[in-house]
């Protein structure tokens, strides 16, 4: 294995083998009991190396993946981030993944800390670089500016192709926590990542920052779940342009960004220059967005905000229950990109505690609110009075199954065509699940009492 500063740190357990030469013991017939090794990764991987799902891998550091090297994680691993020392996992572009894991035997990352003891931002995440373009002024980026050190996760280029490998059936929990004020790593941060890269079926719990945060990149993913996390669940910038289908954010009212808004999506394009070819539009689908109410705390926003030089298809989806409104444009230019059709809004559901939809900064593009709200009306959205008449059959926070009732207005709704006529699986329903909960098995709602 060429694993810089690889060392394992062996558990010995002792078992105790009880007999009589005149009886037999009730416990011959019980399993052993199995304790895993436990080896640290740490430095760098730098060329093929393959874990081992018999064994626990604790995160010490940036575990960095190096160019032209690969990391297989089979199915039933499970992987900690030390909280010591800001465990992360980086791919570096060049570098791939491959974590398979299964409906019934996923992969899981997580706190290093005890049951019950495991916090939000108890480790740093998991990010993963590729050769796909970003807009900036070269093409080209650094994480957060450089803030996590010196040719550490650069990304960006002209594959819009790349393969970075295989991510599916993923959880990442209490992970994401800030390196400086206003940069952080978050649960999965996705940095000019192609769409030769596969990502699927991936949860993550208890963020710090972002669930899943794209910085640029085209990658395609779908059955992503973001759950519970301090920030903004789904946040798009610098060009990303990609499709996702099948999408959960569920916002919990006690938990939020306390120097910022927390939102279900933020969408916008800080990249300099700012060429209006290239800009953030992400083509989104059957997304089901669980805002926390009016009862949570003030830092919690729009479920989905369309920001700063931003354009965003939002389609075929159940946008409920935000604190302020279901859907936000912010200043002219995203507001004027909705109006003019090059951002679509259409065929969703919505519910807002303040109002459906919301402006800021815009007079030109909509007189108002009501004009926004006329304007979405003729594209297929559906406002329903409350959540519950959503249809959904549970959105407790400890145990949500958001499967759709036969009296549901999202039965029936969804339409494929534009933007959505290709790379989509065609469902009737909007919203991320019909009759089917595709979260049983793999997902966990009780991340903090999971015994690993």
Same mark, same amino acid.
């Given at each position: 294995?060429?694993?810089?500063?690889?060392?394992?740190?062996?558990?010995?357990?002792?078992?105790?083998?009880?007999?009589?030469?005149?009886?037999?013991?009730?416990?011959?017939?019980?399993?052993?009991?199995?304790?895993?090794?436990?080896?640290?990764?740490?430095?760098?991987?730098?060329?093929?190396?393959?874990?081992?799902?018999?064994?626990?891998?604790?995160?010490?550091?940036?575990? @960095?993946?190096?160019?032209?090297?690969?990391?297989?994680?089979?199915?039933?691993?499970?992987?900690?981030?030390?909280?010591?020392?800001?465990?992360?996992?980086?791919?570096?572009?060049?570098?791939?993944?491959?974590?398979?894991?299964?409906?019934?035997?996923?992969?899981?990352? #997580?706190?290093?800390?005890?049951?019950?003891?495991?916090?939000?931002?108890?480790?740093?995440?998991?990010? $993963?670089?590729?050769?796909?373009?970003?807009?900036?002024?070269?093409?080209?980026? #650094?994480?957060?500016?450089?803030?996590?050190?010196?040719?550490?996760?650069?990304?960006?280029?002209?594959?819009?192709?790349?393969?970075?490998? $295989?991510?599916?059936?993923?959880?990442?929990?209490?992970? *994401?926590?800030?390196?400086? #004020?206003?940069?952080?790593?978050?649960?999965?941060?996705?940095?000019?990542?192609?769409?030769?890269?596969?990502?699927?079926?991936?949860?993550?719990?208890?963020?710090?920052?972002?669930?899943?945060?794209?910085?640029?990149?085209?990658?395609?993913?779908?059955?992503?779940?973001?759950?519970?996390?301090?920030?903004?669940?789904?946040?798009?910038?610098?060009?990303?342009?990609?499709?996702?289908?099948?999408?959960?954010?569920?916002?919990?009212?006690?938990?939020?960004?306390?120097?910022?808004?927390?939102?279900?999506?933020?969408?916008?394009?800080?990249?300099?220059?700012?060429?209006?070819?290239?800009?953030? @539009?992400?083509?989104?689908?059957?997304?089901?967005?669980?805002?926390?109410?009016?009862?949570?705390?003030?830092?919690?926003?729009?479920?989905?905000?369309?920001?700063?030089?931003?354009?965003?298809?939002?389609?075929?989806?159940?946008?409920?229950?935000? @604190?302020?409104?279901?859907?936000?444009?912010?200043?002219?230019?995203?507001?004027?990109?909705?109006?003019? *059709?090059?951002?679509?809004?259409?065929?969703?559901?919505?519910?807002?505690?303040?109002?459906?939809?919301?402006?800021?900064?815009?007079?030109?593009?909509?007189?108002?609110?009501?004009?926004?709200?006329?304007?979405?009306?003729?594209? *297929?959205?559906?406002?329903?009075?409350?959540?519950?008449?959503?249809?959904?059959?549970?959105?407790?926070?400890?145990?949500?199954?958001?499967?759709?009732?036969?009296?549901?207005?999202?039965?029936?709704?969804?339409?494929?065509?534009?933007?959505?006529?290709?790379?989509?699986?065609?469902?009737?329903?909007?919203?991320?699940?019909?009759?089917?909960?595709?979260?049983?098995?793999?997902?966990?709602?009780?991340?903090?009492?999971?015994?690993?």
């Amino acid at each position: 294995m060429n694993l810089k500063n690889f060392k394992n740190y062996f558990i010995v357990a002792a078992l105790a083998t009880l007999a009589l030469s005149s009886c037999k013991s009730k416990f011959d017939d019980e399993d052993p009991i199995v304790v895993k090794q436990e080896v640290v990764l740490e430095g760098q991987i730098t060329s093929t190396q393959t874990l081992d799902a018999n064994k626990t891998y604790l995160l010490r550091g940036y575990v @960095r993946v190096m160019n032209n090297a690969s990391l297989t994680i089979p199915a039933g691993t499970l992987l900690k981030g030390e909280k010591n020392t800001k465990g992360a996992l980086i791919i570096e572009k060049g570098g791939k993944i491959f974590a398979n894991g299964t409906a019934t035997s996923p992969i899981v990352f #997580t706190s290093d800390q005890t049951v019950n003891s495991r916090n939000i931002g108890d480790w740093s995440g998991v990010v $993963i670089c590729g050769k796909a373009p970003v807009n900036t002024a070269d093409g080209t980026g #650094t994480y957060e500016g450089g803030v996590l050190g010196a040719g550490i996760a650069e990304y960006g280029g002209t594959v819009a192709n790349d393969n970075s490998g $295989i991510f599916k059936y993923v959880r990442i929990e209490f992970a *994401g926590i800030a390196i400086q #004020t206003d940069k952080e790593i978050n649960s999965l941060t996705l940095c000019g990542v192609g769409n030769g890269t596969q990502i699927d079926h991936v949860q993550v719990s208890f963020g710090g920052d972002d669930g899943f945060e794209f910085f640029g990149g085209t990658v395609n993913a779908t059955h992503l779940i973001a759950y519970r996390c301090t920030d903004d669940d789904f946040d798009f910038d610098n060009g990303y342009n990609g499709k996702l289908q099948y999408g959960i954010s569920i916002k919990d009212p006690n938990v939020a960004d306390l120097i910022g808004t927390s939102r279900g999506i933020e969408d916008e394009n800080k990249g300099t220059p700012f060429p209006s070819s290239f800009i953030s @539009r992400p083509v989104i689908s059957n997304f089901t967005f669980i805002g926390p109410s009016t009862s949570s705390l003030t830092f919690h926003g729009a479920n989905v905000h369309f920001g700063l030089n931003s354009k965003m298809v939002l389609a075929n989806s159940i946008i409920v229950n935000a @604190r302020t409104v279901a859907i936000e444009a912010n200043t002219e230019v995203p507001a004027g990109f909705i109006k003019d *059709g090059s951002s679509i809004i259409s065929d969703n559901i919505v519910f807002g505690n303040t109002a459906n939809y919301g402006l800021k900064d815009v007079t030109v593009a909509f007189a108002n609110v009501a004009a926004f709200d006329a304007f979405a009306l003729t594209k *297929g959205n559906t406002a329903v009075a409350s959540l519950s008449a959503a249809g959904f059959t549970s959105t407790s926070l400890d145990n949500p199954v958001l499967t759709i009732s036969s009296s549901s207005a999202a039965n029936n709704k969804a339409k494929f065509t534009g933007d959505l006529a290709t790379g989509f699986s065609v469902t009737t329903f909007a919203g991320a699940m019909g009759t089917t909960d595709w979260t049983t098995g793999w997902a966990s709602w009780s991340p903090k009492t999971n015994v690993y």
